[in-house]
């Protein structure tokens, strides 16, 4: 089993619409979490950190759930801008672990 | 202030060839970590490097190494390349290991 696991997508989706990501890890032990967000042949940049009690920055919302080791990002009201892949990050004795990726598509 | 820098942005290698990739983190940060990106993957993790020490590494074999300077720059070394090191290196760089890693551009990487 992979450490992190996403949706494989790609999430093709029309402006306006609400899009959800998920995630699961395996290691339970696991300190810390994050989505990324990736542009094509570009860096990965941290969109947002992952709390227990759920946290939401504008129309971007993440929650974590430890028992289930189940991470999500929901962004509403997507923007053609939003378009990028997304991944799920998970810190594991002080390293990032990446999942694949999941590639979103805002469309006109 | 700068961010990460790597250099070469791109660069070409054949099989059995040695690389060296290059990184400055930005000011004042003292960890560097070094990750490689396949197409259609994400970034795997190789090294971690504090204060020019090793303090953690990936499941990759012993052809890949790497340094920490003293003043914080990185190299990573890949040597007998092979077809399948052909990918994105990235570099991230924080103040010390835990806190948010800031990734730099990478290098593109193709071995013919």
């Known amino acids: 089993r992979k450490e992190v696991e996403q949706d494989p997508g790609p999430f093709n989706v029309p402006e306006g619409a609400t899009v959800a990501f998920n995630c699961t890890y395996s290691n339970s032990a696991s300190q810390s979490f994050f989505w990324y967000r990736q542009d094509c042949r570009k860096e990965p940049k941290l969109l947002m950190s992952v709390y227990s009690s759920g946290n939401e920055d504008g129309r971007f919302t993440a929650q974590l759930n430890r028992a289930s080791q189940y991470i999500s990002l929901l962004i509403r009201d997507s923007k053609l801008s939003d378009s990028a892949t997304y991944l799920c990050v998970v810190r594991s004795q002080g390293n990032l672990i990446f999942g694949k990726g999941t590639k979103l598509s805002v469309k006109p | 202030d700068a961010g990460v820098t790597q250099s070469p942005t791109h660069l070409i290698k054949t099989r059995g060839q040695h690389v060296t990739l290059r990184c400055s983190p930005i000011?004042?940060?003292?960890?560097v970590s070094w990750y490689q990106q396949v197409l259609g993957q994400g970034p795997q993790f190789i090294f971690q490097y504090y204060e020019k020490e090793e303090r953690g590494r990936g499941n990759f074999p012993d052809r890949f190494s790497a340094r920490q300077f003293p003043n914080y720059s990185s190299e990573l070394n890949v040597n007998a390349l092979l077809l399948g090191d052909s990918a994105l290196y990235l570099c991230a760089s924080s103040l010390v290991p835990g806190y948010e890693q800031y990734f730099g551009p990478g290098t593109r990487l193709t071995v013919t």
């Open positions: 000011s004042g940060h003292k960890s």
